[in-house]
């Protein structure tokens, strides 16, 4: 399942000048993510974010006259939240929270952070949630192109997260995203080999680095080739390449 969140940023004061977000956004977004669910289903709440549960979905954000402004992003405001879903509870909890942020509390919600106290007055409404075509595969092999920057993380132990991008270790990245694919969709796959012949391939990739909550994070974007059964191909661009994904990272488009 894949819809798109169309909202509205603003300053608390009532200012009609060009928005500024600081690069800790998608944690304010998670926060939103995590108030919806938790005011419409509070115990898929509990399960999905206390017992830790994997996250088979994404997001990306696309910000209207973006433009990065030393470490913020300067914005008319308008902005747009697109989210993709394999699991199909995860996705319908998804949509109703939205649904929820839109109807209620006069639609002005925080949109903040508990990192960088310069988002504290901003605000959020929802303006429209609208679902899109889901994408369709008919060849073992497409080119897709990242809408947010992929993570390759290895734990290192309990304390300690390694992460490389593609072009600092392709191979290592390669290996990272592929085990990584392969435990998101275990449950979803009768034939287990059918996983092992899932790839991807680089073709024009570049370092970033993003903050993901507290953390400064390697990550990947630009466009790589997946091969593999067609199944396995749809299941990848609905729930995102890597890990991060529920916290807006991996986010893929077939081009």
């Known amino acids: 399942m894949r819809f798109v969140v169309e909202a509205q940023l603003k300053h608390g004061s009532g200012s009609t000048d060009k928005v500024l977000v600081t690069q800790y956004f998608r944690s304010a977004i998670v926060s939103l993510i995590k108030q919806g669910i938790q005011a419409t289903n509070i115990s898929f709440y509990h399960e999905l974010f206390d017992e830790n549960k994997l ?8 910000f209207d006259q973006g433009k990065f402004k030393g ?3 300067e914005t008319s405001g308008h902005i747009k939240i697109n989210i993709s879903a394999l699991d199909e509870w995860q996705a319908v909890n998804l949509y109703n929270a939205f649904v929820y942020l839109k109807q209620s509390h006069q639609n002005q919600h925080p949109f903040h952070n508990r990192f960088d106290h310069r988002d504290d007055d901003l605000q959020i409404s929802i303006l429209s949630i609208q679902p899109i075509r889901e ?14 920057p ?7 132990d309990i304390k300690k997260d390694f992460f490389v991008s593609a072009t600092r270790d392709e191979a290592k990245f390669k290996s990272l995203v592929q085990e990584n694919l392969k435990l998101k969709l275990g449950d979803y796959v009768t034939n287990k080999t059918d996983l092992d012949k899932f790839e991807i391939q680089p073709v024009e990739m570049k370092k970033t680095v993003i903050r993901m909550f507290d953390k400064c994070v390697e990550a990947s974007t630009g466009r790589l080739l997946i091969q593999g059964p067609t199944n396995i191909l749809e299941m990848a661009l609905k729930c995102g390449l890597g890990s991060k994904t529920g916290s807006g990272a991996g986010f893929i488009f077939k081009i």
């Open 135 to 148: 994408p369709h595969v008919e060849s073992d092999r497409i080119l897709v192109k990242t809408a947010s």
């Open 55 to 62: 996250k088979l979905y994404t997001f990306a954000v696309y």
């Open 150 to 156: 992929i993570i390759a993380r290895e734990k290192v």
């Open 71 to 73: 470490d913020t992003i």
